[in-house]
Each structure stands twice: as structure tokens, then as C-alpha cells.
């Protein structure tokens, strides 16, 4: 258990029961990304009697409490929310728009980031998120391979004629 989330829960006054405490310690331990759902799986494992809604109420108040993290890693996956615990440094999520894998950039550029919007907009920051869309190394090798290989279909198919404009009614 990570101490100081205990003691933030219980400056918030929410008690970190047993099965809080497992999904805590779950979303630290992977340090990955999940989604509730791959959440509930991964704690459902250890303790099942553990439900669905339990684990999204639980979720929602880690939330809350400010313990935990969501993203939405650019809607890669369609809709779907994406947890991670704020036990982590300040980090930019790096995430390849084909094949959906996230990298995690730290570093002292997100700090100077955070320093120069303060002074520049006398802001408080709260919450900083970075989230930066692209295509990794390996995806832009087949990227590249996809485009020609359309541009090869496209130059073997016989020449449409120019489509006329619809026809106006009246
Ligand atoms: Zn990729
Ligand atoms: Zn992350």
C-alpha cells in the first residue's frame, strides 16, 4: 500500500477498505493503463467477490479522492476511460494513433512547461495532461507500405469518368 494514499483518503475522510485498497494496489503494481474493465478482471482474480460496480464506484471515488488518474489517451480505443495512479512523476503519454501503444515521456520539459504557463498566465495549475498523438517507428514502416500499395491500386484501376453533378430538383 502506498502510504501516502492512505493518508490522503483519510484527510478526505474516505475509509480504504480492503477492496480499495486491492485496486490501488493493483493499478500501481502494472503500472500500466488499464481500463476499469481490465481492472476488474486483473482484481476479480484475486478476490472474487468483488463485482463490476463496485469496481467502477471504486474508481470514480479514487478519482475524486485525487489518488488516481483518468485518461482518455486520445480516444484510441473509441470511448473508453484509461486509470493509472498519480503515485508516478509528471509524465506525457506518447500514443501511436495505429497500433495504440502509450509511452510515457518524463522529464524536465513538462516542468518548464507547468513554470511558464503559470507566470505567463499567472495560473494556478491543478491538473496538467499531455497526450501526444502520432504513429511509433514500427507504424510508420507500414504506414508507408499501406500508402503505396493504395497508390498502386489506384493506378492499375481503369480511369472513372467525372462524376455529374446531382440533379436539381424543381
Ligand atoms: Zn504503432
Ligand atoms: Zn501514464
Do not use: W
Not at 6 to 25: F, M, S
Not at 97 to 120: A, D, I, M, Y
Not at 140 to 156: G, H, P
Amino acid at each position: 500500500m502506498i502510504p501516502e494514499a492512505a493518508k490522503e483518503l483519510k484527510e478526505r475522510g474516505i475509509r480504504l477498505t480492503r477492496q480499495r485498497q486491492l485496486l490501488l494496489d493493483l493499478l500501481d503494481k502494472t503500472g500500466q493503463h488499464l481500463d476499469a474493465e481490465h481492472l476488474y478482471r486483473l482484481a476479480h482474480q484475486q478476490d472474487p467477490k468483488l463485482n463490476r460496480v463496485t469496481v467502477y464506484r471504486t474508481l470514480k471515488l479514487l478519482k475524486e479522492g485525487g489518488l488516481v488518474d483518468e485518461l482518455d489517451l486520445m480516444h484510441q480505443t473509441g470511448d473508453q476511460h484509461f486509470y493509472e495512479t498519480k503515485t508516478k512523476q509528471e509524465h506525457a503519454h506518447v500514443i501511436c494513433l495505429r497500433c495504440g501503444k502509450v509511452e510515457e515521456f518524463f522529464g524536465e520539459p513538462l516542468q518548464k512547461l507547468r513554470r511558464q504557463v503559470e507566470s505567463h498566465f499567472g495560473f494556478q495549475i491543478l491538473i496538467a495532461r499531455t497526450e501526444i498523438g502520432g504513429y511509433c517507428a514500427h507504424c510508420q514502416v507500414l504506414r508507408a507500405q499501406e500508402v503505396n500499395q493504395a497508390r498502386e491500386e489506384e493506378s492499375s484501376r481503369p480511369a472513372k469518368p467525372a462524376r455529374l453533378p446531382g440533379r436539381r430538383h424543381g
